[in-house]
């Protein structure tokens, strides 16, 4: 399939970068169509300092004959933030998706790929489910800052399961091969530590009048 162009973007410097779908100009409304039902109408920050009334105008002519509608925007200017405030405003408002592009080329590939793409559903940047419990374990384990994968092999090879791991004191974490001070204390923490402030704030106070106790 080939990606439809309406004919005002001939001349338009972006298109040099469009190698991996073929494309064809034809007398379309949109300035691309880039899936069933789905549009994307292009802008360049500095022909719309010039002429902000041509977007308007644009996304008007679109009615609602697409479902998914994108504004791609080229930031060719340096002096952009107020003019992308009221764009995203726009692209609110007009129920668009605004997509920024810093170049002619990432403009061009923006569009090669929405197109490249446009049979694809979600799966492809959907997380994918752990399938072993070893998988698991890891994707677990790993979200503890700076912990990796090579350090939940250890750490299960060391204490073989999980929940002699999670019981384990600092004495016996610092003894895992690559597990160094500040990791111990991140898996101590992560095993021990309440996840409330107020679980936290009660523990602490626990621990105040313990100690004032064994004072007196």
Known sequence: PFLPISR?????????????????????????????????SFLSLRYHSLHPEYIHRR???????????????????????????VLNKLAVLQNMALVLAWSDEEAGRYLETFKAFESKDA???????????????????????????????????????????????????????GIGSKKVKRLYDAFHKPFSTDASRKRKMENIATVKADET
Do not use: W
């Open 59 to 85: 996304i008007s002519e679109l009615k609602s004959d697409f479902m998914l509608r994108v504004l791609l925007v080229l930031v060719d200017v340096e002096d952009n933030s107020a003019a992308l405030l």
């Open 8 to 40: 005002t973007q001939q001349g338009n410097p972006i298109l040099k970068h469009i190698r991996n779908v073929p494309f064809a100009f034809s007398k379309i409304v949109p300035d691309y169509i880039i899936g069933p039902n789905r549009c994307a």
């Open 123 to 177: 799966s492809l940047i959907q997380k994918k489910e752990k399938d072993t419990f070893a998988d698991q374990i890891s994707d677990v384990i790993c979200t503890i800052r700076s912990v990796n994968k090579t350090d939940v092999s250890q750490l299960m090879s060391q204490f073989g399961s999980f929940h002699a791991l999670a019981v384990a004191d600092m004495d016996e974490l610092s003894l895992v091969p």
